[in-house]
Structures are given as C-alpha cells and as structure tokens.
C-alpha cells in the first residue's frame, strides 16, 4: 500500500439553499450548513471532508433573554461541548455588558439569594511528571514560594507512591493532592490504597475517561477521597457520580460540560448535596481563564482551583490586565462589566500568524 504525507488542511464553512425545508422534533432547516474539510497531500492530491452540523445559524438573529437559552438553541447540534461553550461563553460575556453586571454577577443572578461572589477564587497549582523526584521537589517549592496554598501532582503508573512520599517527607502538611487522569484500572484497587496513608486532599479521576461505574466500586475501598473530573460531561453526569458513591468531590471543566448553563446545573447539585466543587483548567488563555475565575467566585465552589496567575503559563496573554496570584493563594477576579479584561487585537493577530505558522490549518 502506498503511504500518503498530509501537508494542508483547509476549512471551508459553507451554506447552501434547500428546495425543501426539513421540518423535525428540532425544528425547520432554513438552510443547508456544514463546514467542508479539504485536505491536501504533498504530492498534490487533494481529499474531501463534511463536518453536518454547524451552530452559528441556530444563533445568529435570535434575540437573547438569559444566556441559559444558549443551550436549547444549540440543542440540535449534539456533542461538540467545546464548541458550544465557546459562544455561550461570548453570549454571558455580552449580556453581562449589556445588564451592568461582572460575569461573576451574571452568574449569580441565575441562582438563589445567598450566593454572593467572594470577588476572589481560591487556587491552586498543578505540577507536571518532571524527570526526577529532586526535579519535583524544586518546582514544589518554587510554587509555594510564590504563594501557591495546593499543590496538585500529576501521576501515572510507576511515578506515584514513591514520588508522593518524598513529598510528604519533605513537606508533610501541605495541601496536596493526585491527579492520574484515568492511568489505572479497578484492578491497581490495592496499589490505590497505598495512597490513604499520604493525607492527600484527594486522588483525581484515577479510572477511566468516561468511567462513573467502576469509581463507584472503587471509591468505598479508599479513606482518601475520589475527584472527579473527566468523567464528568453533565449534570446528569455529576448527579450519578454523587448518587452511586462514585466520588466525593467534583472538578467542575466548563468547557468540558458545554458551557455555563450546564455549570450552573452542576453546581446547584453539588451545592444541594454537600459535595465539594472546584474548578478545573484546560491552560485558558485570559479570555478563558476570567471566566472561569468568575465562576470559581461562587461560594458553592469550595476548593482550590487550576486557575494559576498567568505568569504561570505565559509570557504575553491575550488580554490586559494579567492575572496575578495574592495573599492566602487567591486571584482577584476582575471588577469591569462582563469578562472585565480588555482583548487585545495586535495579539490575537500575533496570535493566528502563530497558528498559521506552527499549524498550517486555514479557514
């Protein structure tokens, strides 16, 4: 067989009329959208792709009471979380503008009285596998030198019990907790409890992916508590975890759940419930990372969360003004009308010459 080499990938969002429209439970097609996928060989051959749904059209026109009608406008499109929590993001962001409120305020404004944002979120750091454990230990006290009040450690098989009790050895009272990002099975059940003598804040999302059933198992056999993260897709979702005893203690990724709509609905349950809550972080930039801040304000978000200073990530952020971490490991978050930080164009430009220049993809 011969072998091809992919050198471009073009995108080519389209809209075609329809003879008919399509009339279903979801409602009429006005018209046909996609977004059309060309790719390019090095040898000059060129190969098509479809992408059937698109979700600007169920948006644009439509006028907006409440952000949280985002999702049933979208609601035809099924799947695509990211996708939809990008522009319900925008949506918050405006209408935020367009009431006077922060986005922090927003956000409340959709729940009952008595959840006031702090006007800060509590945070914490998360440590990447380093090669050695000294090289760990450095970056450890690094963080907590510039004030960070948790550290998270990311383990996997093999760079787990060792690692963490040199860390306890050197630090035997700090904030600390694991993250394994699905790299066991129910199986490694007696390697995990090892973990219940290292007074861990948690082990995070320590079985599968997409798994709630196992944890279920697992949990009970454990004192240390279970988080978890990817798991987590919905409220639905949150709502099983908690019932079947599958964790007790949710990280909340709201781009992961398709928005803040459905963030809402996750923190109402764990709110009710008495279940921890925090949220997690996907390395946003400052557009990402105000509104997460935001939410994180909420008093029903109880502990640290993966919203680092940006300095931590990067060196020139999308927005003005950076974040920066202050005393008892919190972020400010910030007091403008909707996002409250200023996008700055030059850099997104910079941004996408970037994109364009490491990955080759157009639209």
Not at 41 to 46: A, C, E, F, N
Not at 300 to 314: E, F
Not at 326 to 333: E, K, Q, R, Y
């Amino acid at each position: 067989m011969n072998s091809i080499t992919i050198q471009d990938v073009i995108l080519h969002p389209v809209g075609l009329p329809l003879v008919e429209k399509l009339k279903t439970s979801y409602g009429a097609e006005p018209f046909k959208s996609a977004v059309i996928v060309e790719l390019i060989t090095s040898d000059g051959r060129t190969g098509w792709g479809e992408c059937p749904e698109f979700l600007i059209p169920a948006v644009v026109g439509k006028t907006i009471n409440s952000p949280t009608e985002l999702p049933k406008l979208m609601g035809a499109s099924r799947g695509h979380p990211m996708a939809k929590h990008a522009l319900e993001s925008a949506v918050w962001d405006v209408w935020a503008q367009a009431n006077n409120l922060t986005l922090a305020e927003a956000f409340a404004a959709h729940l009952l009285d008595g959840h006031t944002p702090k006007g800060h979120a509590l945070v914490g750091v998360s440590i990447g596998i380093q090669d050695s454990i000294p090289a760990t230990l450095d970056i450890i006290t690094k963080r907590l030198n510039e004030g960070y009040g948790r550290i998270k450690l990311k383990i996997a098989p093999g760079w787990d019990l060792e690692l963490a009790r040199e860390v306890r050895k050197v630090y035997p009272d700090i904030a600390l907790m694991l993250d394994a990002n699905s790299a066991y099975r129910l199986s490694d059940a007696d390697h995990l409890k090892q973990m219940d003598d290292l007074n861990l804040l948690m082990i995070e999302q320590p079985l599968g992916f997409y798994d709630i059933y196992e944890h279920s198992k697992l949990q009970p056999m454990l004192t240390t508590p279970v988080c978890l993260d990817e798991s987590i897709h919905s409220a639905g979702d949150a709502q099983m975890a908690i019932e079947l005893g599958a964790c007790k203690i949710i990280n909340l990724k709201p781009a992961r759940v398709a928005g803040y709509t459905e963030s809402l609905a996750i923190y109402k349950i764990c709110v009710d419930t008495q279940t921890p809550l925090w949220v997690g972080g996907l390395l946003e930039t400052g557009v990402g990372r105000a509104a997460n801040l935001a939410f994180a304000s909420l008093p029903g978000v109880t502990l640290p969360c993966d919203i680092s200073a940006t300095d931590r990530y990067y060196l020139q952020d999308l927005t003005e003004p950076p974040f920066a971490l202050s005393a008892g490991s919190v972020i400010n978050t910030p007091t403008g009308i909707g996002l409250g930080v200023e996008v700055q164009r030059d850099r997104i430009a910079s941004g996408e010459a970037y994109w364009r220049d490491h990955y080759p993809y157009k639209v």
